[in-house]
């Protein structure tokens, strides 16, 4: 398609229909200091549903040719899933439109995309840091972080229509669409590790240190936020705040953004919990504009639940198994799988991902494994116990150890 038959710009979000209420409070304030209609593309089966259709195009995964969807959507979990297409959605909007803005849903503007924009005038690709400053060497913190899930994040990103720009986009694509999986022990962390060593390999990426971009709880501890006399808001009193990232937002604890770097421990800041309080607002109010209905991709064609077991396994397995197969199809060639190796699991409702904050809440869980633990290198020794730990990280990789699977 020739350039001048295309739209300027394109903004796009990903959701499953929980977070919707979430991008259409990122629509609002896109609308708002842009203009600009956001694309909510959803991952989840078409159903119908109530939701505000002037405030946004809202797009179907399932009508977006993937090629293999319903693998993808088996194999991965809606975290993993919808941040493997982020990279095979941005080729298709840049097939209409000559500049392409991505942000996650519970994301929110407070001024215009301009500066961005007028990044992508000088660079095909635009990225940013989770932080600029190195954190302090103390147990809470000192980048540990930013080695697990990589410097960037993928919350945002902007790109253009040129040459450069899509071979990035379609070399992360095709490693995303493969390696999705959040796996940080062997060093995958959906899709942001690997843009994480995108700058070796595509040295016209624009990596921007505008503190204004992507402010998030992650990063409050380098940006300090002020209110100009015309009510804009500034970060460190230079640069204008185009977005922040309510990343696990919480209506119940609104200073949660106040999170400080741990030398700053207990230092609020009144703005910060201010734009939190009205975040809160205007997401309860988009709340109940939606019904939400359970996950579609979460369940089996008999309603048992998809754990996350089941899908790793799969993983395994899936290439081994007829082409073109349903794998939600309880009745196929995976039921009997399941079966097989006793993966079928009743278990309503959603899974919940234990947290490493929360094993202060599980000490005698942990001191009933430690003892076992002690008893176990007692009994085989120091050398051959540090080995089996290394062993059972490796064996944490359920997609990697095909042993492990009856087929």
């Known amino acids: 398609m020739e350039t001048e ?78 941040t493997s297409l982020k990279a095979f959605i941005t080729l298709k909007l840049l097939e ?51 080695m697990r899930f990589g410097s960037f994040n993928l919350g945002f990103f902007a790109v253009d229509d040129s040459r450069k720009a899509k071979s990035f986009i379609e ?20 899709d942001q590790k690997w843009v994480a060593i995108a700058p070796c390999l595509f040295p016209s990426i624009y990596i921007s240190f505008n503190l204004g971009y ?74 109940a504009l939606i019904t939400v209905g359970a996950y579609s991709y979460g369940y089996m064609s008999d309603g048992s639940y998809i754990s996350p077991t089941l899908r790793k396994a799969y993983a395994a397995v899936r290439d081994e198994l007829p082409k073109s197969h349903d794998p939600f199809d309880f009745s196929g060639p995976l039921g009997a799988f399941i079966k097989n190796n006793y993966l079928h699991d009743n278990v309503k409702g959603v899974y919940s991902y234990p947290l490493l904050s929360e094993a202060q809440r599980n000490k005698k869980t942990f001191s009933a494994i430690y003892l076992f633990l002690r008893q176990l290198l007692r009994i085989i020794g120091p050398r051959r116990f540090y080995n089996l730990s290394k062993a059972f990280v490796y064996l944490s990789i359920y997609r990697k150890n095909r042993g492990l699977w009856k087929i």
Not at 125 to 132: D, R, S
Not at 171 to 190: K, V
Request: glycine share 2%; aromatic share 12%; proline share 5%.
């Open 5 to 82: 038959n295309k739209n300027s710009i394109g903004v796009f979000t990903v959701c499953d229909t929980a977070y919707l209420p979430r991008a259409l409070v990122l629509a609002d304030s896109l609308m708002e200091f842009n203009g600009i209609k956001l694309k909510v593309i959803l991952f989840d089966r078409k159903k119908d549903f109530s939701y505000p259709a002037d405030a946004i195009d809202l797009i179907w995964v399932e009508d977006l040719g993937v090629p293999n969807l319903l693998e993808l959507a088996f194999m991965y979990d809606i975290i993993e899933f919808s």
């Open 214 to 287: 992507n402010a998030a709880p992650w990063n409050t501890f380098e940006r300090e936020l002020s209110e100009a006399s015309d009510g804009t808001i500034l970060v460190n009193k230079t640069f204008p705040l185009i977005f922040f990232h309510f990343s696990n937002f919480d209506h119940s604890d609104l200073q949660y953004i106040n999170k400080r770097a741990s030398s700053e421990i207990g230092v609020l800041y009144p703005l910060l919990e201010s734009i939190s309080r009205e975040y809160s607002v205007r997401l309860l109010e988009k709340n």
């Open 96 to 146: 209409t439109h000559e500049k392409v803005v991505f942000l996650d849903p519970d994301t929110c503007l407070f001024s215009s995309l301009k500066p961005i924009l007028d990044d992508l005038d000088a660079h095909p690709i635009v990225l940013t840091p989770h932080y600029t400053t190195p954190q302090p060497n103390t147990d809470n913190e000192s980048d540990l972080a930013m």
């Open 171 to 190: 070399w992360w694509s095709r490693r995303c669409i493969d390696f999705c999986f959040m796996e940080s022990q062997f060093g995958l962390s959906t």
